[in-house]
């Protein structure tokens, strides 16, 4: 894989992780929402996937 993707992949879960951390400080107390979820777990899921194609790289 070339650096240039890696470092892209890098650069994008990176962003992932960031809004991951935002959306989870964002949630209330009580009544979340479940499209608040659903975001989560997008987020999660991805960054899943980015991880693997990076630990594929090594």
Not at 34 to 57: F, K, N, S
């Amino acid at each position: 894989m070339a650096n240039s993707k890696r470092e892209r992949l890098l650069k994008e879960m990176q962003e992932l992780k960031r809004k991951l951390r935002d959306r989870e400080a964002a949630l209330p107390a009580h009544s979340v929402r479940p499209h608040q979820l659903q975001e989560i777990e997008e987020l999660e899921e991805r960054i899943a996937e980015l991880e693997e194609m990076l630990g594929e790289t090594i």
